[in-house]
């Protein structure tokens, strides 16, 4: 309730803009112990992302190697579900399905 209107925290949410009432309450509290003056110095707006901890050159050269070994596997895993849905399509029909024509074949080797 606002001390001086008499106004619900329903009420007051939906004039500051639908606040939680956690906000209210936190408002009313200080507003209690310290009057105006305390409500003045409160953060408006939401916090700021802080900046990321700035890596050293190996660990940043670590990072890099597991996300390219994620991305090489996500890859794989990619390629194996394609297949493998090909492969369900046309095992009704008798045919083996084409190969991706990036993919190694054994006289390539």
Do not use: C
């Amino acid at each position: 309730m606002d001390i001086e209107h008499q106004a619900s925290y329903v009420e007051v949410a939906r004039k500051f803009g639908f606040v939680h009432v956690s906000s209210i309450w936190k408002w009313k509290k200080i507003y209690i112990q310290k009057g105006q003056d305390g409500l003045k110095s409160l953060e408006i707006g939401s916090k700021t992302m802080t900046k990321p901890k700035k890596l050293t050159q190996d660990e940043q050269a670590k990072r890099l190697a597991e996300l390219e070994e994620e991305n090489l596997m996500l890859r794989i895993r990619l390629e194996a579900s394609k297949l493998l849905a090909s492969m369900e399509k046309d095992e009704t029909s008798g045919h083996w399905p084409k190969l991706p024509s990036n993919s190694r074949r054994n006289s390539d080797k």
